[in-house]
């Protein structure tokens, strides 16, 4: 979990030739404890796999508060 007071963050995180672009997003209601979307697909085991392919990968991490 996140400090309440923070709020959503984002942070850009290089892997060799790639970028990764990790929001991690605070929801009051959410259904899970914690949910992570690599490129708007639903990640099994809250995780991803690091590629270098020189690609830019959106990663949306929502925490329930």
């Known amino acids: 979990c996140l400090p309440e007071e923070w709020g959503d963050v984002t942070i850009r995180y290089r892997f060799k030739s790639s970028t990764?672009?990790?929001?991690?997003?605070?929801?009051?209601?959410?259904?899970e404890a914690i949910q992570?979307?690599?490129?708007?697909?639903?990640?099994?085991g809250n995780s991803i796999l690091l590629v270098d392919d020189g690609m830019e990968h959106q990663v949306m991490v929502s925490l329930k508060m």
């Open 36 to 44: 992570v979307m690599l490129d708007e697909k639903l990640q099994e």
């Open 20 to 31: 990764y672009v990790i929001e991690m997003i605070q929801i009051e209601d959410h259904p």
